[in-house]
């Protein structure tokens, strides 16, 4: 695989110090995948947490370049896969990939678009805070629904954040996220 750079453009290009730039890393070191090439956009400046567990972007997505032998780079597959925040939880969880399949399709469209564009918002406040948004403790996810609010958010927006935090993280002192009580207790 040839070295592949990327350069993600924010919509408003009034400032420019939000580009970033991202390097294209082979996955089929880390994943058994014999049919496929793998890569997965990363940042410049990330550092790998964990080798064997998935990695992201800073806003969470994962990109598979899927490259069929039958068709040159040029006409390469590229799949966004939306719902890998979600796998990764299913997959911690210990489920097959043929029951992580059938979880994640079991989630509506407009589900899965609205806990992804969710967990960009997450992602983002967690990078720019240092933060791996996977391994966020309980008092950083306070302090991230917290900023919701500051922001001028309605309280059933920041509850849908909630139940999107439920859905992607592990649990902490056995809870969901969403349900320990001192996130209960702080969007009541």
């Known amino acids: 695989m040839g070295e592949h750079v990327c350069l993600c453009f924010p919509s ?4 420019t110090e939000d580009i970033k ?13 014999t049919s496929m090439a793998q890569e ?31 068709m040159s780079s040029e006409s390469s597959n590229v799949e966004f896969s939306r719902m890998a925040p979600l796998d990764r939880n299913f997959k911690a969880g210990g489920f097959s990939k043929s029951a992580r399949n059938l979880l994640n ?24 805070k240092q933060i791996d948004p996977y391994s966020a403790t309980l008092s950083q996810i306070a302090d991230f629904l917290v900023s ?23 649990p902490i002192d056995n809870y969901l996220v969403g349900q320990h009580p001192y996130i209960s207790r702080l969007i009541k």
Request: proline share 1%; aromatic share 12%.
């Open 12 to 15: 408003d290009l009034s400032d």
């Open 105 to 128: 399709a079991s989630w509506r469209k407009g589900t899965q678009r609205d806990y992804i564009e969710k967990f960009k918002k997450y992602s983002s406040w967690c990078t720019g």
């Open 148 to 170: 919701l609010f500051e922001s001028g958010l309605q309280y059933r927006t920041v509850s849908e954040y909630r139940s999107m935090l439920s859905a992607v993280l592990s």
């Open 40 to 70: 997965i956009l990363v940042s410049r400046n990330s550092q790998v947490i964990n080798s064997t567990s998935y990695q992201t972007t800073t806003l969470g997505e994962f990109v598979d370049s899927t490259q069929n032998q039958d």
């Open 21 to 33: 730039v991202y390097e294209a890393v082979p996955l089929s070191d880390y994943l058994n995948s």
